[in-house]
């Protein structure tokens, strides 16, 4: 039979014997790299050019494992269509890899790609840690998924500076 005192104890424990245990949500979930991922692009978290038409965006976040673990070091290897919605293939414009600092945090600095070909707006990337195989997806913009998955939807307010978007990677 179970004591009202045992009944108690395990009350008031349960809340520190769930710490650890937390979840920071499902895995991020691939998506096709498509046909325009070129390997070798260089370090840099700014893609911004002057002259482009299209509005600057400034992209956040957070990458961690799935119990929530900050994950410094992560290689971000991001990719996207230039204002006229076509990619670099002779050089690495709007392309570049970003790692994550000591907090697991990132930042990308570039220009809006735009929808093109039917396709929504988008920025690729590929996600990866050391020792582990790469996670390759894409982010979309708010209100413009369409049929994306909803877990790939970056988070996005305007300022007056541009646009600044949210994203958290969970590996």
Not at 57 to 64: A, I
Not at 65 to 83: I, T
């Amino acid at each position: 039979m179970i004591s009202r005192r045992y009944l108690l104890t395990a009350a008031l424990a349960l809340p520190f014997a769930a710490r650890g245990q937390e979840r920071c949500g499902a895995p991020t979930p691939a998506d096709v790299e498509g046909p325009f991922y070129k390997a070798g692009a260089s370090l840099r978290g700014n893609f911004i050019e002057a002259a482009s038409a299209a509005e600057k965006m400034v992209l956040t976040g957070d990458v961690r494992s799935a119990d929530c673990k900050p994950l410094a070091n992560v290689s971000l290897d991001f990719w996207h269509a230039d204002d006229k919605g076509e990619y670099d293939q002779a050089g690495y414009r709007y392309r570049g890899i970003v790692t994550t600092d000591a907090l697991g945090r990132y930042r990308l600095e570039t220009n809006m790609p735009p929808p093109y070909a039917g396709r929504p707006r988008h920025i690729h990337v590929k996600v990866q840690r050391i020792g582990a195989p790469a996670l390759t997806t894409q982010l979309y913009f708010p209100g413009e998924a369409r049929d994306a998955p909803r877990a790939l939807v970056m988070k996005m307010e305007r300022r007056l500076e541009g646009r600044f978007a949210m994203y958290d990677f969970v590996l």
